[in-house]
Each structure stands twice: as C-alpha cells, then as structure tokens.
C-alpha cells in the first residue's frame, strides 16, 4: 500500500517559490489501478515522482508497506525504488542497446547473476508480447512497442507498485488502447497495483478503478471511477468527463426546442440502465417524451445511461410524470430544466 500523508513540494525558481504538492494525503490500497487526472502544471507529475522519491519531498511522508521512504538512506532507498517500476511518456530508452540489453539493464542494477538475466529477460519480453524482438534497437520500434520494452523493463524486478507518468500521451489512440489493455491484464495477472498520471479522462475511464482530480497541487475531488462519472463533485472533474460523454447539446438543438416542454436530464447507474423505466412512465402519464441526446456509457463494465429529454403535455401530469421518474428507483437521477 501506498500512503502520502501531508505531502507538500515546492521548488525554489528564479521566479520565487512554486508550490507544485500543496499538503496531499492519500490512501492506494493494494492491487488498485488508481489515475491521477489534471491539467498540465497541477502537480501531477511532482506527486507521482515524490511516491518513488525521484523528486524529494520538501516535507510529508511516502510510505510504502509501512515504511517511510523519506527516512532510508541511499542504500536502503536504492533497495526500496527496486520494488517500484516507473514508466515514461518518452519511454527513456537507451538508443544504443537492444531491447534485450534495455530490459537487462534493470535486473544488472540490481545484481543478479547472468543466468538469471538470459532467463528472465526473455519472459519478461514475452509477457508484453515482444519475444521476437530481443536483438532490435529502440529506432526499429514503434512507439508502442517501445512502451512494451519500458514496461518489460519494470517490470523486471517484481516491483509492488507501477508508477505511470504519462505512459500513453505520445502514442495514437488504438495504440494507447493496446497499452492500457497490457497495463490491465498485468494488474490482473500479477496484483500489481498501477498509479498512473494524465490529462486524459478517457485514460482513467478505460483502465483506473479508482481516480483523484488534481489543480493546482491539491486533489480536489477522489474516489471510484464510477461514481466520480455518475455524480462528480467539483466543476473542474466536470468539464473532464465532458470530454469523454460529450454531452453538450448542440446549440440547434436548443433553437427548436418546445416553448412548453421542459427539459429533464435523466441518469441511470447501473443495470436499470437497461431497462425501459421511461417509456414506461410516460406513457401511463400520457406525457410526450421526445430524447434530444441520449447514450448509455459502461464504466468498470457498469452501465451508465443519461439522457436529455423533453417532457411535453398537460402540466401536472408532466409533474406527476417527474415524481414517478424520481420515485422508480433511488438510482435514478432526473434533473428538470437543464438550462436552469
Ligand atoms: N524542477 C522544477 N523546478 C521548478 N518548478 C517546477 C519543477 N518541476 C515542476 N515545476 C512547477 O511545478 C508545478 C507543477 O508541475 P508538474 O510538472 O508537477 O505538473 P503536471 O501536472 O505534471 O504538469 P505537466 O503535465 O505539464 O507535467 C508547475 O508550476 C511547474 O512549473
């Protein structure tokens, strides 16, 4: 397990004092795929690099199984870092060595015998599906490949923790969606508990279980994948789901809307998701339903269904239609006039 407690980084520029971690305390249980999310200069990448303690805390505590890394000395901290792979959005590959020669450079720094290398360095390579490619160099890889020998490479020495610092911000989307699918069979395969970074809520939504919302070096808003889709907090974590469900409604929309009808934004979590709790109470109260946008999104494999819609019809049986969308079911969230 990972814990911050009281985390606080600040660099000293030319410029003055910056504070990049502004007091973070977090939990990340074991076995947990856990993303961090935030603009560019929130403070995602300092955090991260205090949890390995490639950038040293100015105070505040990193512990990992219990031990406090902010108290090892080198030697002890060198022996620490061994059980925390890190991964780069550049992928920090030396150019000059072979895939195999990358991936071994990490079980020589931590002085295993040659043996012991010439066998694990194959299955390491095997596990992220480049056992062909041991005798290449980096330039003859693709990006995600070359993300496949970072991986390899951190793995080597049966690290606890994965540290992701940006891991798919330089590759296409297919190929982004080919890594995160390798990070999470490793998580499952292995229990290794996976702490990434990024800007893209997309990322967090594909792999992370569980997610914290970072700005301006502060979290801002932390828990479950889902629940943070269904029912976030701050406006900041709305505007990054935003980009994910793109649920916006286009200004056309708006033009020819009803003068009489209301606008209801309707949001199923879970399997009700599926049902056909709408149809269902419009027509018993003869109110008009017409859906302006709607979709239903799966999260963690959970349905996540949200709709816009227009109610029109006699006023009371449209309240009375609302009060029954309402009561159906406590998972069922409708929010009466959208633009209000
Ligand atoms: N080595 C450094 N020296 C001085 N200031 C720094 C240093 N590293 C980061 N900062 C500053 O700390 C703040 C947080 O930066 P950080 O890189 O941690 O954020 P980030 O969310 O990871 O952003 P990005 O995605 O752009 O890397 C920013 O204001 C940045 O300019």
């Known amino acids: 397990m990972i814990e911050l407690v009281d985390l606080y980084k600040e660099y000293q520029t030319k410029r003055g004092k910056v504070i990049a971690v502004n007091h973070v305390s977090l939990k990340i249980e074991p076995g947990e795929i856990f993303g961090i999310v935030g603009y560019s200069g929130a403070g995602k990448s300092s955090l991260l690099r205090c949890m390995n303690l490639l950038e040293r805390p100015t105070t505040g505590v990193v512990r990992l199984n219990d031990v406090d890394l902010t108290t090892l000395n080198t030697q002890e901290l060198r022996q620490a870092r061994q059980k925390i792979g890190m991964i780069f959005q550049h992928f920090n590959l030396n150019s000059s060595r072979t895939v195999f020669?990358?991936?071994?450079?990490?079980?020589?720094?931590?002085?295993?015998?040659?043996?012991?290398?010439?066998?694990?360095v194959p299955e390491l390579l095997a596990l992220v599906g480049l056992a062909d490619k041991a005798d290449q160099y980096p330039s003859q890889l693709s990006g995600g490949q070359k993300q496949r020998v970072g991986i390899a490479r951190a793995l080597a020495n049966d690290p606890h923790v994965l540290l992701c610092d940006e891991a798919t911000s330089a590759l296409d989307p297919k190929t982004t969606k080919s890594i995160l699918a390798l990070l999470k069979e490793i998580n499952e395969k292995l229990g290794l508990t996976i702490v990434l970074i990024t800007h893209e809520m997309e990322v967090i939504k594909e792999?992370?279980?569980?997610?914290?919302?970072?700005?301006?070096?502060?979290?801002?808003?932390?828990?479950n994948v889902y629940d943070i889709f269904a029912n976030p907090k701050q406006s900041l974590t709305r505007e990054f789901i935003e980009t994910v469900l793109h649920f916006e409604l286009p200004s056309e929309v708006l033009q020819h809307r009803n003068p009489h009808g209301i606008l209801v934004k309707i949001q199923f979590k879970g399997e009700i998701a599926e049902e056909s709790i709408v149809s269902d109470v419009l027509q018993s109260c003869k109110v008009k339903g017409n859906i302006l946008h709607g979709k239903i999104e799966y999260i963690q494999n959970v349905p996540l269904g949200?709709?816009?819609?227009?109610?029109?019809?006699?006023s009371q049986e449209v309240d009375k239609a609302l009060g029954l969308l309402r009561e159906r079911t406590s998972e069922l969230e409708v929010i009466a006039d959208v633009l209000k």
């Not at 020669?101 to 694990?120: G, T």
């Open 101 to 120: 020669q990358n991936v071994a450079f990490a079980l020589k720094a931590a002085n295993k015998s040659k043996d012991f290398i010439e066998k694990r």
């Open 207 to 223: 792999i992370c279980h569980r997610v914290a919302v970072m700005k301006e070096g502060d979290i801002i808003e932390v828990g």
């Open 306 to 314: 949200i709709f816009i819609m227009e109610l029109s019809g006699d």
